[in-house]
């Protein structure tokens, strides 16, 4: 554990991100399912979607991401006290966050998972802040990666066209002032069914009084409708709390950085807080929902374009299975 601390703010110094090399887009999508461009376009905004092939696991552009992040703060792996994986599709169900931790030589880093499907970006940047802020550790890596085509029921028109696969890093850094401005997390496991990713086990006697369950994980299954519904109506809320905590207003917001869901959740929150399409991060047409993976790789992008600078306020949220949702204000930069 660190000796000396800089302060019990945290400010995010550094970000990455990563996605398979193959794409695919909305015509050959069709080829797979049916539909159609605009079928897809118009109902989501997305084009087109990255997919691992089968010989990448999720460490590998995990730690490409983490790598970008590591290098925009100007730190080596041997800086890096706390390392959080943020995903739903590990690599290995006892975890992969230790994977990454040897693949990066990260070897002073604690390293552990977390999962809360598309809202475990933002339960990973307060879980890592707390650490900060309590003096636990100084320097922390969070990354939110996904590969859903793992898990996608590829013959279901209505969830396969919107997932992808990608991973996106940040670097949290104990600082004399907080930049991480306010917060507010909510669960709500009586709307699990919405949205899962669900065990299925099938019996297996072991003798003739013991009977135990084995199966696997079924493909994600959906209700669509009542997602948005969700989504349109507590993202906004979520997002208004985190504000007050923070002690801001919506114009105070530079960026609107939401997690790339559906392109008309996006339009559809931005409107209810009256916040302008230009402040509207949107990164879908490319890639689609990489579900934790979502936010820390548009904010790489928008970061890498030079639209986000130093000292801009941005207001982010997540949302989707579990069901979970929660929304962090914060500052970029040091």
Not at 6 to 16: E, F, H, K, R
């Amino acid at each position: 554990m660190p000796q000396q601390q800089l302060g019990l703010g945290v400010a995010i110094t550094g970000c990455g991100s990563a996605v398979p090399s193959t794409a695919l887009d909305n015509e050959g999508l069709s080829q797979v399912v049916e539909t159609s461009d605009e079928w897809i376009s118009s109902r989501t905004g997305i084009l087109r979607r990255r997919l691992a092939d089968p010989q990448t696991p999720l460490r590998a552009i995990a730690a490409t991401a983490a790598q970008q992040a590591l290098e925009m703060a100007g730190i080596t792996p041997l800086d890096v006290d706390l390392i959080i994986l943020a995903t739903s599709t590990p690599d290995d169900l006892f975890g992969t966050a230790s994977q990454i931790q040897a693949s990066l030589g990260a070897s002073s880093a604690v390293a552990f998972d977390l999962t809360a499907a598309c809202s475990g970006f933002v339960f990973g940047l307060v879980t890592a802040s707390q650490f900060i802020r309590t003096g636990a550790y100084s320097t922390v890596l969070l990354i939110g990666a996904d590969i859903l085509s793992r898990w996608v029921d590829w013959s279901d028109r209505r969830t396969c066209v919107l997932f992808g696969d990608g991973a996106g890093a940040v670097v949290l850094q104990a600082h004399t002032s907080d930049r991480l401005l306010g917060f507010e997390l909510r669960s709500d496991g009586s709307q699990n069914e919405l949205l899962n990713l669900a065990y299925q086990p099938e019996p297996k006697a072991l003798t003739d009084t013991v009977t135990i369950g084995q199966g696997t994980f079924h493909p994600i299954t959906m209700n669509g409708q009542e997602v948005y519904r969700f989504a349109v109506k507590r993202v906004p809320e979520v997002i208004e709390k985190a504000l007050f905590r923070a002690n801001l207003t919506v114009n105070q917001v530079d960026w609107l950085l939401l997690h790339q869901a559906n392109q008309r959740i996006l339009d559809a929150v931005a409107q209810r807080l009256s916040i302008p399409s230009h402040k509207v991060l949107s990164n879908m047409a490319d890639h689609g929902n990489t579900s934790a993976a979502s936010i820390p790789l548009a904010l790489d992008e928008a970061v890498r374009q030079g639209k986000i600078q130093p000292g801009d306020v941005i207001a982010s949220a997540g949302f989707g299975a579990g069901l979970t949702w929660g929304a962090a204000i914060f500052q970029w930069g040091r």
